[in-house]
């Protein structure tokens, strides 16, 4: 009866719950990797006030889109810049998701590293550079570290990148090279 109810309950556990958990676990790691559905909850525990902190820097990066695409980092501590060197072109990417990513990307990292000013994204044969200034003037001239309260992460960045318009219109601020 024992070896009955132990085969049962193997048999639930192999075929039910780990199943499940794994399928929760790769739906969300998807969700991580679009700005759209990215939850920002993941990247808060490297807020930092300095850019620094290499590890912490990097280990935003990890928890940010565009996250499984193989990336290197170079700090600027003199200009208080970060330069992200992507091992991918635009096309592998997709130009419209990685329009996206890149604007959340750089709102994410100038929220929550409080002296990062101008953030660089090389890709092969493309480079996006980004500044504080024009974060701010894109996202309603508060500082960018108020963004990350309650809803307002989701109302003032995420929710409007779902606009074309909205990515234009901060690109048109930004500056493509």
């Known amino acids: 009866?024992?070896?009955v109810l132990g085969t049962v309950l193997f048999s639930a556990i192999q075929f039910g719950i780990l199943p499940q958990r794994a399928a929760r676990q790769q739906a969300f790691?998807?969700?991580?990797?679009?700005a759209l559905t990215h939850d920002i909850s993941?990247?808060?525990?490297?807020?930092?006030?300095y850019l620094g902190d290499v590890s912490n820097t990097v280990n935003l990066f990890y928890h940010l889109p565009l996250y499984q695409t193989k990336a290197q980092f170079e700090i600027d501590s003199e200009h208080l810049g970060l330069t992200v060197y992507y091992f991918a072109t635009v096309d592998e990417i997709g130009t419209a998701p990685l329009r996206r990513d890149l604007v959340y990307n750089a709102a994410a990292a100038m929220a929550l590293i409080d002296n990062l000013q101008t953030i660089r994204f090389e890709l092969t044969g493309a480079e996006f550079v980004f500044t504080r200034g024009d974060l701010q003037t894109v996202l309603g001239g508060q500082p960018l570290g108020a963004l990350l309260q309650g809803d307002v992460w989701q109302q003032t960045v995420q929710q409007p990148l779902a606009e074309d318009?909205?990515?234009?219109?901060?690109?048109s601020a930004a500056t493509p090279k």
Request: hydrophobic share 60%; no cysteine; glycine share 0%.
């Open 42 to 49: 993941a990247a808060l525990p490297y807020q930092n006030l």
């Open 29 to 34: 790691a998807a969700a991580q990797n679009d």
């Open 165 to 171: 318009a909205f990515v234009d219109t901060f690109y």
């Open 1 to 3: 009866m024992l070896f």
